[in-house]
């Protein structure tokens, strides 16, 4: 009778294990420990990261460490495109800068996971400088005061947190 307990146990363990295991699999996220998660379903940090040499902060939707880096994975839940977007690439290097600047290890490579299919996009010096680039235009044109609406989508207006104090805002009521 013992010996059916521990049977049934050992199968029940060995179930658990292979399902949290495809589980892991299907989240895009990497081997490791998780050890920040922005989703709500896991623990929260009490504060974002945060850069002082570039003042820039930010909230990855997952930090994973795998033992020897610290992966930053930004989650979407669109349907993946072909390659992942310009802007989704350029936030995905922005957690890799702060990870490295909070963290003192340079992360090789980040993660952008779509609702069906996960990128993983190597956080390259290339990457890294229009990054750069990119923060140095945009703080140009805030500082010109010019820094005009650059779609013509009402979906994007209508999501963005500015838009209630932008005079060029698409379809608002």
């Known amino acids: ?28 996220l990497p081997q490791g420990r998780v050890i920040y998660a922005d989703t709500g379903a896991w623990q929260r940090l009490a504060r974002p990261l945060f850069s002082r040499a570039y003042l820039l902060t930010g909230k990855p939707d997952y930090l994973v460490d795998d033992g020897a880096d610290v992966i930053p994975v930004e989650v979407k839940s669109s349907p993946a495109p072909a390659q992942p977007y310009r802007s989704h690439l350029l936030q995905l290097a922005v957690y890799c800068l702060l990870v490295e600047e909070s963290y003192g290890r340079r992360p090789p490579y980040g993660i952008v ?13 290339q990457l890294e400088q229009e990054l750069l680039d990119t923060l140095d235009d945009m703080r140009a044109d805030l500082a010109a005061g010019d820094a005009p609406r650059d779609h ?21 009521r």
């Open 1 to 28: 009778m013992m010996g059916r307990w521990f049977f049934g146990l050992l199968v029940l363990g060995l179930l658990m294990l292979w399902l949290a295991r495809r589980g892991r699999a299907s989240s895009g």
């Open 113 to 125: 996971k779509y609702a069906d299919r996960a990128f993983e996009v190597d956080y390259t010096r």
């Open 152 to 172: 013509d989508e009402v979906h994007r207006c209508r999501a963005c947190g500015y838009a209630e104090h932008c005079d060029e805002r698409l379809g608002w």
